[in-house]
């Protein structure tokens, strides 16, 4: 009877342990930092510097997350996109709004694969939901208005953000909250400028802040 309780307890005991080392590898950490865009040798901090760059998380071993249920929105109103670039995660629907007094149409060019897909053309106050189930760089345009352009990046996970100027300081930073902590390949996308050293190694542990500064330069002067 003695052992059966000691036992029990034991397999409580472990129980417990179980239950807070899976709190534990549940956890979350924030992945920040702040931007830095060289010209050449030149490093400037500008409002311009930190514009449309996308800064993401790519975790080192497999993992599913799902997609949001809620959808994303993009705007054509006075003749523009608005946002230029956006990331989602694959599986995202994105709502395309047309705020104009004008028709707009709305169509994919595949950067990987040159395919296109015509989603369709609509008048005022009207909207287009397309879900992206593919990852990749979409070059998202219009047949009608040929100087509009905007930049859909679908990714794999939902680890991503755009870089935000901080208005105290005038920098650049960017914050990934919520990953789970672990091995991840800190990348960014923009439309012209590459990582200066190349894809960084990151890693994301429970309750705390990893900090990772960010240099993007041209693409020909970087590493
Ligand atoms: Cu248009």
Redesign the pocket.
């Known amino acids: 009877m003695r052992n059966l309780v000691c036992r029990l307890l034991m397999i409580a005991a472990v129980g417990g342990l179980m239950a807070a080392g899976a709190a534990q590898s549940a956890g979350t950490g924030t992945v920040a930092g702040i931007i830095d865009v060289y010209k050449t040798e030149v490093k400037t901090h500008g409002a311009k510097s930190f514009k449309d760059v996308v800064v993401y998380l790519e975790p080192t071993a497999p993992a599913d997350y799902p997609p949001p249920v809620e959808h994303a929105v993009m705007d054509?109103r006075g003749?523009v996109f608005i946002p230029h670039v956006m990331a989602v995660q694959r599986g995202t629907t994105v709502d395309f709004l047309?705020s104009?007094h004008?028709?707009?149409?709305?169509y994919f060019l595949y950067d990987d694969t040159g395919e296109t897909l015509d989603i369709g053309t609509w008048g005022p106050g009207q909207s287009v939901s397309h879900t992206f189930e593919k990852t990749g760089l979409v070059i998202t345009l219009?047949?009608?208005?040929l100087e509009?352009a905007a930049y859909i990046l679908v990714l794999e996970h939902p680890f991503f953000t755009m870089a935000e100027i901080n208005p105290e300081t005038q920098i650049a930073e960017y914050a990934i909250r919520q990953v789970p902590a672990g091995e991840y390949m800190l990348k960014v996308w923009h439309k012209k400028l590459k990582m200066k050293t190349g894809n960084v190694r990151v890693t994301v542990a429970a309750g705390q802040t990893t900090t990772v500064d960010v240099a993007i330069t041209r693409a020909k002067y970087a590493e």
């Not at 004008?102 to 709305?106: A, E, K, L």
């Not at 219009?142 to 208005?145: G, K």
């Open positions: 054509q003749l047309n104009d004008d028709r707009h149409n709305v219009c047949q009608l208005h509009m």
